[in-house]
């Protein structure tokens, strides 16, 4: 399995970047793909996540409106675009891959899925938001 990222960097607030997941190795059909960003000494916070049909996406509360995900179909790189970033928005982003089992909890709009409960990780692209 290979999950590879790119796209980050430095940014100013209020800009835009577009990070990129290329995966390969796995079964397409029964696991789908979330991002995961980890600021320096904090735990991994779920980002984002689709289902391997693309039928649903979810978007942590702190970056829905901001940030969205784009994809042709499962075999080809998806992206996540983001949006209008702030300097808390700095953190490593990770893709990661996980059977289409692994649950979404909503409640009142705000989405969350446990990060911990994907396999397959990239090795990571660095955001900076800064001045």
């Known amino acids: 399995v290979q999950l590879v990222e790119s796209g980050g960097g430095l940014v100013q607030p209020g800009g835009s970047l577009r990070l990129s997941c290329a995966a390969s190795?796995?079964?397409?059909?029964?696991?789908?793909m979330s991002w995961v960003r980890q600021a320096p000494e904090k735990a991994p916070v779920w980002v984002s996540r689709?289902?391997?049909?693309?039928?649903?996406?979810y978007y942590a509360d702190a970056v829905k409106g901001r940030y969205t995900i784009t994809r042709d179909n499962a075999k080809k790189p998806h992206y996540l675009q983001l949006n209008s970033l702030k300097p808390n928005d700095t953190a490593v982003y990770f893709c990661a891959a996980g059977d289409d089992r692994i649950s979404t909890i909503c409640s009142g709009g705000v989405c969350y899925t446990d990060p911990a409960l994907y396999r397959y990780w990239g090795q990571g692209t660095q955001v900076t938001v800064s001045s």
């Open positions: 190795g796995f079964t397409f059909s029964s696991h789908g």
């Open positions: 689709f289902y391997s049909d693309g039928s649903n996406t």
